[in-house]
């Protein structure tokens, strides 16, 4: 007699809610579960930067955590809101490789003597409700959210490479690697039926980030 496989349980809306808030705490309170990619900055050398150099760039990795916690949440929202399966399955594996991003700027502002921002909790829920609302749009509008926010990423990454201190090898091969995987997200997404979002739906997009990255870099 065969046994039913493991990935056949179908989860009650009561699970999928335990199962996101269990999520939503370990993304904000608990350390990122990685997969078996390693941190593209270790055994790289710390290198000596300026009082004023070493808190911009702590603060410039609190932005890029933040937005890696974001990015947690938008997944996790259009996962459970996701009408087919394939496309839950891949927002669920681009959350775990945005993960590691988690990981690895959250490494980089305990060497830099840093904390993440306060304003975690309410970002997360924010962008949950955002990704969720997304899912319940349809497929297609999801992943060209998924395609409009990997590129505004895109852009925001190459902004602080411009500004991180060419010295500070550390934090730039790691918003390297970050850039490279939005970038093959977007490219997937694109590829798999997203389709281009309205103009006034990209703009308000970016107001939000823009409003993001300005509270969090003090806060």
């Keep these: 007699m065969n046994r039913p496989s493991p990935n ?13 808030a269990d999520r939503a705490l370990r993304t904000l309170f608990g350390r990122p579960q990685t997969t078996e990619r390693r941190n593209p900055a270790t ?28 990015a947690q949440a938008l997944y996790q929202g259009q996962a459970l809101t996701a ?20 990981a690895w700027c959250e490494q980089r502002l305990e060497e830099l003597g840093d904390r993440k921002s306060l304003l975690n909790p309410l970002w997360y829920a924010g962008s949950f409700a955002m990704g969720a609302a997304a899912g319940l749009a349809g497929d297609k509008w999801s992943l060209g959210f998924v395609v409009e926010t990997e ?25 390297e690697q970050m850039k490279a995987d939005e970038v093959r ?14 103009a006034p739906i990209r703009a308000a997009m970016k107001l939000t980030a823009r409003v993001m990255t300005r509270t969090v870099y003090w806060l």
């Design 8 to 20: 056949a349980r179908q989860y009650s809306p009561l699970d999928h809610v335990l199962i996101n």
């Design 43 to 70: 055994g790289l050398q710390e290198v000596e930067l300026r009082d004023d150099q070493r808190r911009h760039v702590a603060r410039l990795m609190r932005v890029n955590h933040t937005g890696e916690v974001c």
């Design 83 to 102: 009408r087919l399966s394939e496309t839950r399955q891949r927002m669920e594996r681009s959350a775990q490789e945005e993960n590691d991003h988690l």
């Design 151 to 175: 590129r505004q990423v895109e852009n925001h990454l190459d902004e602080h490479l411009e500004q991180i201190p060419v010295q500070d090898e550390k934090s730039r091969i790691i918003l």
């Design 185 to 198: 997200h977007a490219q997937i997404a694109k590829a798999t039926g997203g389709v281009d979002l309205p």
